[in-house]
């Protein structure tokens, strides 16, 4: 793990791995370290603010020393667990079935199955990155990606599933879509799903 400066009032820390991250920005939150403005997780990276430049010497020394914890023992920690309705129906449920060697069925129950987590957000405003469901979903990218994506379209890729907020090229496996509005200018704060968010997926007909 190496703590590096960025700028004049943050540190940039590289855990490794997304699950490091989670597990980090956990802990983290849960010691709530004086001088400490803002925290912005990545894939394998956390972007800790301060809260002025002085005080980054000695949350410097804190953020080294920092074990990260294991990301499920905390989830029950994160507050209630968000719903999303899912209509599986998306044009690549079929693929994913193949490449996971599960059938369609199987592939909804696995996702389905248990609490994901979002670990950060990123592409699109109201995009989370989700980690921690059946690690028999992980799945590459399409070879080719789609022009336009509508909005609401429930993908996988790698060891992620999202949401997309918008319609938008993406090359993500698509098995579903939702209703559920992942950015809302209206709503306070606009993103639905914020980085430890616990999230449930359900099936609707």
Known sequence: MNVLPYGDRALLVEVGDTAAVVGYVDALLGQAPAGVDDVIPAAETVLVVADAPSSVPELRSVLASLAPRAPEAAWAEQGDVIEIPVRYDGPDLADVA????????????????????????????????????????????????????????????????????????????????????????DRDPPALLRPGARVRFTEVS
């Open 98 to 185: 193949e490449l996971t060697g599960l059938s369609e069925r199987e592939v909804v129950e696995a996702h389905t199955a248990g609490e994901w987590r979002v670990a950060f957000g990123g592409f699109a405003p109201g995009f989370g990155y989700l980690v921690g469901g059946d690690p028999r979903l992980h799945v590459a990218r399409r070879s080719g990606a789609r022009t336009a994506v509508p909005a609401g379209a429930v993908g996988l890729a790698g060891d992620y599933t999202g949401v997309y907020p918008r319609e938008s090229p993406g090359g993500w496996q698509l098995i579903g879509t939702t209703e559920s509005l992942m950015w809302d200018l």
